[in-house]
């Protein structure tokens, strides 16, 4: 198994207010459509390892996973660091 590192696939199109001043609808409201796919084809059919430094509402997490669902990625796995 190959795990291949890309650091500039999933891209912040957009400023967002910090998330851990806002309320969990706040913060859904606050990363929508805040990102994008960059060169889809890196990942089109592929397993993606997302990395999220802390969990707290999930709202960024669940966001990046749903653009990358859009270019029909085989599976998103989401692994954090720390939990709020």
């Known amino acids: 198994m190959q795990i291949t590192l890309e650091l500039s ?3 912040k ?3 967002t207010e910090v ?3 806002l309320t969990k609808a706040q ?5 929508k459509n805040a990102y994008q796919i960059k060169n889809a084809k890196k990942i089109q059919d592929k397993k993606i390892i997302l990395f999220d430094d802390v969990y707290t509402t999930g709202a960024t997490a669940n966001e990046c996973k749903r653009i990358l669902e859009q270019v029909k990625v085989k599976e998103v796995l989401i692994l ?3 939990k709020d």
């Open 27 to 31: 913060r859904q409201k606050n990363v």
């Open 13 to 15: 199109i957009q400023n």
């Open 80 to 82: 954090t660091l720390a």
């Open 19 to 21: 998330q851990s001043l």
């Open 9 to 11: 696939v999933l891209v």
